[in-house]
């Protein structure tokens, strides 16, 4: 249904919500918001809002545990006196922000705008941009223009599809209706500021709790109100001593706007309204040194720690840093690379413990992986030497008709009329005695007490043993020595449909500055489980594709390439199963064959330089029964 009137063009001022004060007595939503890599305010769910409200009001110096509400959070916690969020398990620490909207707005009514991305699911807008959409699809505006909030996206809301003006790109949206973010009332102060402290304990009655998440908890907070009351006490001595990490000369130059407004406003973690300290003041904490700061620039930090932020804020960071002083330790705070000795979360906890003791600590941002090449011309991109074709798609196997699963296991064993006085490993019962299946499983010619031996690896089991197992496996013709992991016949998987593609590129990677580039790309899209899937016609979701890994352009590379493609016409690359980085289940994963998705670095283990990756990659290949002997084919 065609939509009446003109179309909207966002003023520059933060769109059409409202998050700044115009009455200090009225209701507001509140939106709880975390600062991403790219400096972007993410909004968390109401659901999530709804608890750290819960906990603000019964100890507002106190510790909230996202795992509580949401499982996927369960190593994120919200320190409300730092105003950052806490890994545990890494180390990482951002900032985090309390805005207020309208009732009347998008968060107000519980309305949800996303986008559907490139693995078919969908994900939420800014919250900016959905009270900004949402204003305009109440007043049944046709289309919506987001270029002044610095996004070169047109919203059409006649296709419910957004288009990027540059590409043209088209993506689908939607809009749905969820859990209403929490509303508060009475006066809002502009600014507030929290007592050093330890906050109550997190037991029911007010008492400390002793599991280990709220011991590790309480301690972090502990540290950080250690810094809090040593550098008060330093600030009115007037002995504080300034490092590099809060003085003067910034780790990283950068600017600072916030919604239009210019000097006195106050940019950085925990920062907010009132009135803020530039950077050469007296009054700073370890958590300031995240966001970068400079003598010259309007945009100042503030020294107290504040729950509210009027307006919208943005925050623009470089990576130009700053001369470090000889003799100040640099400790990263945020991912160590893989081959750092130092655990993150151990880096971070030391960082603040040596500011407490009034030791200069200089905080620095350790390099962000290099995943991709430059971008590359298509006629720049050549067929692998040696290798047929540049594109593969899954084949499935299907099972010869009249291979039985006695079938199979009479084909790979030969039978043993004297059985030794040993354990059958599959059943755990003695090999001279009947089978553990024995009335669980029958199948006919194939008697609970009769041994087998495979022809390779000579290890024997009851032949009704390997019938069970085979009937618990992928069912694909081949059988798998649950001892030695020997595999007769052809083992494959049970890969989801997609394609595979392989090419090489000018560039080199990290350890072999002389060879060219094997670049494989994979992409499989989201689809429907079948019976050889975990959960039969449940959907399983495909995050990340397309996935770019890479070989070195040399005869072991093209080797390893040439058996990465008989293990993808196998299915055994990718499965279905539960994320071991995510723990969202049901979605495609790795399936024990490593790849190298990092282009120019290996600060995730997952890139070169990599000296005896191409001979691991070898002998896992080899564990799926893809070896030399295939290379013949």
Not at 142 to 165: E, K
Not at 175 to 201: E, H, N, T
Not at 620 to 630: F, R, S
């Amino acid at each position: 249904m065609a939509r009446p009137g003109s179309g909207m063009l966002v003023s520059a001022g933060g769109g059409t919500g409202t998050s700044g004060y115009q009455s200090q007595s009225v209701a507001r939503v509140v939106v709880w918001e975390w600062l991403n890599e790219h400096g972007r305010w993410r909004p968390y769910s109401a659901t999530v809002c709804h608890h750290i409200e819960n906990v603000l009001k019964g100890d507002p110096r106190g510790t909230v545990v996202l795992g509580q509400v949401e499982p996927q959070l369960v190593p994120y916690i919200i320190d409300l006196q730092s105003m950052h969020q806490f890994r545990q398990d890494t180390g990482t620490m951002r900032p985090v922000q309390r805005k207020f909207y309208e009732p009347s707005s998008a968060p107000g009514k519980g309305v949800v705008w996303e986008w559907e991305n490139d693995s078919g699911s969908w994900t939420p807008y800014d919250m900016e941009l959905c009270v900004s959409i949402q204003h305009a699809y109440e007043k049944q505006h046709p289309w919506l223009d987001l270029s002044s909030l610095g996004f070169a996206y047109l919203v059409d809301f006649t296709s419910m599809s957004q288009t990027n003006r540059q590409s043209q790109r088209r993506r689908r949206l939607r809009r749905r209706m969820d859990l209403a973010y929490p509303l508060i009332a009475g006066a809002i102060p502009k600014s507030q500021s929290w007592p050093v402290g330890g906050g109550r304990g997190g037991g029911p009655g007010g008492g400390p709790c002793s599991c280990a998440q709220c011991v590790l908890v309480n301690s972090t907070r502990a540290a950080s109100n250690a810094i809090l009351a040593s550098q008060r006490r330093n600030a009115a001595a007037g002995t504080v001593r300034q490092s590099n990490t809060f003085a003067g000369t910034s780790l990283w130059s950068g600017t600072g706007t916030i919604g239009g407004s210019n000097a006195g406003n106050n940019v950085g973690a925990g920062g907010g309204g009132g009135k803020g300290e530039n950077a050469g003041g007296t009054n700073f904490n370890c958590s300031q040194a995240l966001v970068s700061h400079t003598h010259s620039h309007a945009a100042t930090i503030n020294g107290q720690n504040n729950l509210n932020r009027p307006g919208t804020q943005r925050i623009a960071v470089t990576s130009n840093r700053g001369a470090i002083p000889p003799g100040v330790p640099a400790l990263p705070v945020k991912n160590l690379t893989g081959s750092g000795p130092v655990h993150p979360a151990i880096a971070g906890m030391t960082g603040i413990l040596m500011c407490a003791a009034g030791l200069p600590v200089c905080l620095t941002r350790a390099p962000k992986p290099i995943l991709h090449p430059p971008p590359i011309n298509k006629s720049d991109m050549k067929p692998v030497p040696g290798v047929n074709g540049i594109r593969r798609k899954t084949k499935k196997k299907h099972l010869r008709k009249g291979k039985s699963p006695e079938d199979v296991v009479r084909r790979y064993t030969e039978k043993i009329k004297v059985a030794p006085d040993e354990d059958c490993t599959i059943c755990m019962e003695r090999l001279v005695t009947s089978s553990g299946y024995e009335g669980v499983l029958s199948h006919k010619g194939i008697k609970p007490e009769m041994v087998g031996r495979l022809g390779k690896c000579k290890h024997m089991y009851h032949l009704l043993c390997l019938v069970a197992m085979y009937n618990n496996g992928n069912k694909d013709g081949s059988l798998q020595c649950p001892t030695c992991k020997a595999i007769y016949g052809e083992k494959t998987g049970t890969q989801p449909p997609g394609k595979m593609e392989y090419h090489v590129i000018p560039h080199c990677l990290p350890g072999y500055t002389d060879v060219k580039t094997i670049r494989i790309v994979y992409d499989i899209p989201a689809g429907i489980q079948t019976t050889e899937h975990p959960n039969p016609g449940k959907k399983f979701s495909a995050r990340g594709f397309p996935r770019h890994c890479y070989l070195p352009d040399n005869e072991k590379g093209r080797k390893v390439l040439k058996l990465l493609i008989t293990a993808w016409d196998r299915r055994l690359i990718f499965t279905i199963g539960t994320s071991s980085t995510t723990g969202e289940s049901d979605t495609v994963v790795w399936n024990e064959i490593h790849h190298k998705t990092e282009f120019g670095s290996n600060l995730t283990g997952h890139g070169y330089p990599d000296p005896n990756y191409l001979d691991n990659v070898l002998t896992e290949l080899g564990v799926q029964g893809i070896g030399e002997d295939n290379l013949k084919d």
